[in-house]
């Protein structure tokens, strides 16, 4: 969101929170509280700003920040003061946190709102998609009965452990991690002899080990969990390895987004702060460790007994999450570290579970193209198809995949988090309040929508009551697709993406908007402002589908079709928009209706698919080595096609099973005379 508070002065110093993007000038000594009050931050506080119920607790983060367009001093907030000093001694603060009531606006600021500071909280809609997985986990758990130590037969407890091992598993070699050579003789003798070894079986050589022991016959359950962790949402999977089962799902937004909500910016934050990049580690790594908690808790599991992980991320965070620079990713030729799967100790990368605990990471197809897209490659399987699918996998960071059993070629697109809502005037992530789904009536060009945490419809006169807790707080990605795409089919916004006046569209809710105009969604009340889509938030979403479209396009150049046989959208926001609406504005190429098909959190499915079956471990190795990537960043078609794809449709598509399904009306709200292209620039006309 670039819209800044009106109140303040140009002098006064810029105060930007996120997740949220919101931003405004304040008058110095402004309590953060108030600011975040006044430009409609979620920040929770019940004590009336008194230092006592600690719920409106902030981050904030010092440094260049150049997707922000400013440089944070230290200093910029008040010092801590006595307040803070009496709640941190009797209750304690979180290591960099702050009482929003109690801090200072001093200078310009970033200042984070963690999840439990916010009174709506964040929905990470990455759920675990239902799917038939052949169960062949990495771990396993084997009981024996161990012969007792004898004077007359010298040998070690362990010798006699591992014996017993062989002889039960029939491995012809087990190892043991040292973590268990302290606990091992008591446990033995507490079991009279009988003990219960979890027992790892890498897919790639090696041998196997022994990661964890129990006294007695244990029969679990034991877990495994399954990250995506994305640049905007991190969401994990708890599974029991001896069932397959999901037992428990969560999220949370990935804290990172404080240093930058789109991945160069975080690039350009670690080459332009010194240990920038280790900040950034840190931060996701305390987010990872918050997850494994909040996961534990919801399925009642006992920590100890989650003994694999499995991660897929795209490449700039698999850089962060293992302690790597991901400078070379930012510059060309987008060099990797490293790309091939990864298998380590979960405490080598800082994650507070078992000690014993494994991590896997998927492998990286190329510099932009990452461990997530391995997921959905895993999940969606497109080298096995017969037709030719085009797999689209929405985020800030979107990966494509085309291919059939022919080959598979894969790029990625820098889309932007428009799509999550961000850079959008009343944009937010999804949360409770949230405008969803939108529809508009093309005679009468009344809205009604519908809200995250509520069925009922915006004209439903039950609506008010039920959502008198959250309100209608703004409106997150799904919802600016549905309201920009039924503006076009309703005749509110033309083919170059401007939408008309009261006079041209013959309602008064499209109204002058400074030089342009915009259109009011909801009207608002006492509590909330009003919801409205400007022309800068169509001109967001016209440059993030371009780039998306133009990904598409450029695997179809290189593929020679001008048509795919089907279409998958992937990712948690893939999952909550409607192919319609996503071809009215051209997001995807043309293709039947009912040959698009969302297929959730894909690459959390791959990821889980590799958690259970060490075997899909090594066919998606064997698969990233087959891919041909492309990269979109030195392909010359790639920029043609964008200049051709912000219109809606796009200017060089003509859609014809879109318009045969959906009439398109054709107005044009120009008012400089002359012709427009489509997309939104002059032509001059021809003498």
């Known amino acids: 969101m670039s819209q800044e508070n009106s109140t303040g002065s140009d002098q006064d110093p810029l105060v930007i929170f996120t997740p949220s993007g919101k931003r405004g000038r304040f008058a110095v000594g402004t309590p953060v509280l108030t600011a975040a009050r006044q430009l409609g931050v979620d920040l929770d506080s019940v004590c009336g700003g008194r230092g006592i119920c600690s719920k409106c607790q902030i981050t904030p983060s010092y440094g260049e920040f150049p997707k922000h367009g400013v440089t944070v001093q230290e200093g910029a907030l008040s010092e801590w003061n006595n307040v ?32 439990e500071s916010q009174v709506h909280k964040q929905v990470v809609r990455k759920r675990a998609e239902v799917r038939h997985i052949t169960l062949n986990p990495t771990v396993r758990l084997t009981y024996v009965e161990v012969e007792e130590p004898d004077m007359h037969k010298p040998s070690g407890d362990l010798e006699r452990l591992i014996t ?73 999977h708890l599974c029991d390895l001896s069932t397959g089962e999901v037992v428990a799902s969560s999220g949370l937004m990935n804290p990172q987004i404080r240093f930058g909500e789109d991945l160069m910016s975080r690039v350009s934050y670690g080459m332009m702060n ?153 944009g937010q992530r999804a949360a409770p309040g949230a405008i969803e789904r939108v529809e508009i009536d093309p005679v009468t060009k009344e809205p009604r929508f519908q809200v995250i945490g509520s069925t009922l419809w915006s004209n439903d006169p039950a609506f008010d009551a039920e959502i008198a807790t959250t309100g209608v707080t703004g409106i997150c990605g799904s919802g600016i697709i549905e309201v920009i795409a039924e503006m076009r089919m309703a005749g509110l916004v033309d083919a170059s993406g401007l939408i008309g006046s009261a006079e041209q569209t013959g309602t008064d809710r499209c109204f002058l908007d400074g030089r342009t105009n915009s259109y009011r969604v909801w009207d608002g009340n006492e509590d909330h402002p009003a919801i409205t889509v400007t022309n800068g938030d169509i001109r967001a979403i016209q440059m993030a589908k371009a780039a998306l479209y133009s990904g598409a396009r450029l695997l179809m150049d290189k593929r020679g079709v001008e048509n795919v046989d089907r279409v998958v959208l992937a990712g948690a926001f893939g999952a909550h928009i409607s192919s319609k609406h996503a071809m009215v504005l051209g997001m995807i190429p043309d293709a039947p209706l009912e040959r698009v098909t969302s297929a959730g959190n894909a690459a959390g499915t791959g990821a889980r698919i590799a958690l259970l079956n060490r075997e899909a471990r090594t066919e998606i190795e064997t698969l990233v080595r087959q891919i041909e990537k492309i990269e979109t960043a030195v392909e010359p078609r790639f920029q043609e ?47």
């Not at 070699?173 to 302290?182: A, F, S, V, Y």
């Not at 197809?365 to 997530?372: C, E, K, R, S, W």
Request: proline share 7%; aromatic share 4%.
């Open 84 to 115: 803070e000093q009496r709640y941190d001694d009797i209750r304690g603060l979180p290591k960099g946190r702050r009482l929003g009531c109690q801090a200072k606006v001093e200078g310009n600021i970033v200042i984070d709102v963690p999840p």
């Open 164 to 236: 017993a091992l062989k002889s039960a598993t029939g491995h012809a070699h087990i190892e043991i991690d040292t973590h268990l050579l302290r606990p091992l003789q008591p446990i033995l003798r507490k079991g009279e002899w009988k003990v219960t070894a979890a027992i790892h079986e890498g897919h790639s050589g090696g041998h196997p080990r022994i990661i964890a022991l129990w006294s007695g016959y244990f029969e679990g359950p034991i877990y495994g969990l399954a990250v995506d962790l994305g640049s905007t949402t991190i969401a994990g």
């Open 274 to 426: 010194a240990g920038g990049d280790l900040e950034m580690t840190q931060s996701v790594r305390d987010g990872l460790n918050q997850l494994v908690d909040d996961i534990a808790k919801e399925a009642e599991a006992d920590k100890s007994q989650i003994l694999d992980t499995v991660f897929v991320m795209n490449p700039v965070m698999h850089h962060l999450f293992m302690g790597i620079d991901p400078f070379e990713l930012g510059q060309a030729p987008f060099a990797l570290a490293t790309s091939d799967a990864l298998e380590l100790s979960a405490s080598e990368i800082g994650l507070n579970i078992a000690p014993g605990t494994r991590t896997y990471i998927l492998p990286c197809i190329a510099g932009h193209v990452g461990a997530d897209a391995a997921g959905v490659a895993l999940s969606e399987a497109p080298n096995k198809s017969e037709d030719l699918v085009l797999v689209v996998d929405v985020g800030t960071n979107a990966e494509i995949l085309l291919g059939n059993k022919e080959g598979v070629l894969a790029c990625s697109s820098p889309t932007g988090p428009a799509f999550e809502g961000a850079q959008i005037s009343s």
């Open 641 to 687: 096609h964008f200049v051709n794809a912000s219109a809606l449709p796009n200017a060089s598509d003509p859609f014809p099973i879109l318009r045969a399904l959906v009439e398109l009306p054709e107005p044009s709200f120009n008012t400089g005379g002359g012709d427009s292209d489509g997309g939104g620039r002059r032509r001059r006309r021809r003498g």
